[in-house]
């Protein structure tokens, strides 16, 4: 059973940057679809971004050249790099993965990928 832990959430003022981390326990990033998705309260989850086993990096639109989404083999890890944070990237981050072996689409749809990490909060205050 894959298990996926996120760090690197806090506070930080407009402006600011913020890296979140996803350990991904029982496979190597390359091996499958990656993700970053986001949850305000009172919305729905969003895509931030995914990486494709191959390497192909999406970004959703809201990201403007501000996020940079990244993996690491060795570290069994992948990366968000925020910066530029507005209040309106406040939210809950989830990092998800579709499962070992997976080389097919990578779309930005929750319902693509079947597990999740906890969440961590990222707040941005004005």
């Known amino acids: 059973q894959a298990q996926l832990v996120e760090s690197g959430g806090g506070s930080v003022q407009a402006g600011g940057s913020l890296r979140l981390s996803c350990k991904v326990s029982g496979y190597r990033p390359t091996s499958t679809c990656l993700a970053w998705f986001r949850q305000a309260p009172g919305k729905e989850r969003e895509g931030v971004a995914t990486i494709h086993s191959f390497g192909e990096v999406q970004y959703a639109d809201f990201v403007k050249d501000r996020f940079t989404m990244t993996r690491d083999n060795d570290k069994f890890s992948f990366d968000l790099q925020m910066t530029s944070l507005s209040p309106e990237d406040t939210a809950m981050y989830y990092c998800?993965?579709?499962?070992?072996?997976?080389?097919?689409?990578?779309?930005?749809?929750?319902?693509?990928?079947?597990?999740w990490g906890q969440g961590t909060q990222v707040t941005v205050s004005s």
């Open positions: 998800a993965t579709r499962g070992r072996g997976w080389y097919g689409e990578c779309p930005l749809l929750s319902g693509a990928f079947n597990y």
